[in-house]
Structure formats: C-alpha cells, structure tokens
T-cell receptor, first 109, second 114 residues
C-alpha cells in the first residue's frame, strides 16, 4: 500500500534549526512535496524534490533520498511565524499526491 | 504565481439542504482540479479528481451522488454537497494544476451543517 509517515508534532526555539523527517512508500514515484499550512488556512507550496539531494530556498531546504524513501524539510533561523503544520506529500505513478498527516511545528520564544 | 479562489469561504446550512462550492483558477487554465476535505487536526483527504469536460474520478468511500462535481471549464469546478448532514461539516479545499507537478490550493471553504 501507499503510505507517508511524519512526526505528529515537534517543538523548537526561535532562531534555532529544526528538521522534519518524512518517509514514503508510493506506487511509482514522481516527486516529493512539502507544503506549509497555518491553522484554518489552505496549504502553501514550499518545495518539490524529484532527484536525490538537497534543494535550498532561503531559510528552507528540502532533501530527498529515493533509495531510502526518505525526505526532510530543514528550517533555519526559526521565526514565530513558522509555527504551522508541515505536510509531506508523495506523488505516485498516476501523478496523485499521497499526503502524510502533517507535522505540527511549535516555535517557542 | 498561480491563484486559485474558492467561494464561499464559510457557509452554514441546515441539515437536508444542498451547498455548492466554487473553485476557480484565476490566471491559468487548470487541466485538472482536485477536491479535498480536512477534519480538524487531520491531513488532507482526497475526495475526487476532475478533468475539464469529463466525469470526476472519486476516491474509494466517497459517495459520488452526495458530492456532485462539475468541471465545466478550464477555470471552474464546482462541488455540491447534497442533502448535507452534520457529519459533512468540514473544511473543503480545492487545488488545481496546469499540467505540471505543483498543485495550487484555494483558500478553502468551511462548511458547518446544523
């Protein structure tokens, strides 16, 4: 079956770095997405990885290892506004996104 | 960037009535639109995938006669919740793609059935 696993909740301190891990099992693979979702709002796109390696975009970076079925989202210089849920989504061979349950990130001052 | 709108943003209706939610891609042609629902503190659950001019493909367990989807044009898809009941209360989100990988999400519609 298809499955996406990510931690339910994480806590970090303002200004620090946090890494949110995601493991995936999909029928075929067409890429791994990370979205940010603030409470009561729709998700917004953060990153897309289809090749192995690290993609850096400002304070956010995303890593993919296809052989391990593993990805992580790295957030640097954390700000209070980064408090949100982070959704990991794997795209299968039918180009359908399989979503994880989301990781709620709590930032403390 | 690509913008997707949804209307209404919030709706309260009585049990047994029907509610229509619109999803529009404002600055691109959406070859495919997706409808999700999300319960509190849970992830997105795909309900159906719709392509312009053809019937929607529903996920297992989603009643197609209850959740009517019409994708009449490349910029508009509608979801009608028929004979709504309190258990249908949820956050409904649409997303659209222009044929590439990224999905652009609408702002969501919060449905409350009393």
């Amino acid at each position: 079956g298809q499955n996406i696993d990510q931690p339910t909740e994480m806590t970090a301190t303002e200004g620090a770095i946090v890494q949110i891990n995601c493991t995936y099992q999909t029928s075929g693979f067409n890429g791994l997405f990370w979205y940010q979702q603030h409470a009561g709002e729709a998700p917004t796109f953060l990153s897309y990885n289809v090749l192995d390696g690290l993609e850096e975009k400002g304070r956010f970076s995303s890593f993919l290892s296809r052989s391990k079925g593993y990805s992580y989202l790295l957030l640097k210089e954390l700000q209070m506004k980064d408090s949100a849920s982070y959704l990991c989504g794997g795209m299968d061979s039918n180009y359908q996104l399989i979503w994880g349950a989301g990781t709620k990130l709590i930032i403390k001052p | 960037g690509a913008v997707v709108s949804q209307h209404p943003s919030r709706v309260i209706c009585k049990s047994g009535t029907s509610v229509k939610i619109e999803c529009r891609s404002l600055d691109f042609q959406a070859t495919t639109m997706f409808w999700y629902r999300q319960f509190p503190k849970q992830s997105l659950m795909l309900m159906a995938t719709s392509n312009e001019g053809s019937k929607a493909t529903y996920e297992q367990g989603v009643e197609k006669d209850k959740f009517l989807i019409n994708h009449a044009s490349l910029t508009l898809s509608t979801l009608t919740v028929t004979s709504a009941h309190p258990e249908d209360s949820s956050f409904y989100i649409c997303s659209a793609t222009d044929g590439f990988y990224e999905q652009y999400f609408g702002p969501g519609t919060r449905l409350t059935v009393t």
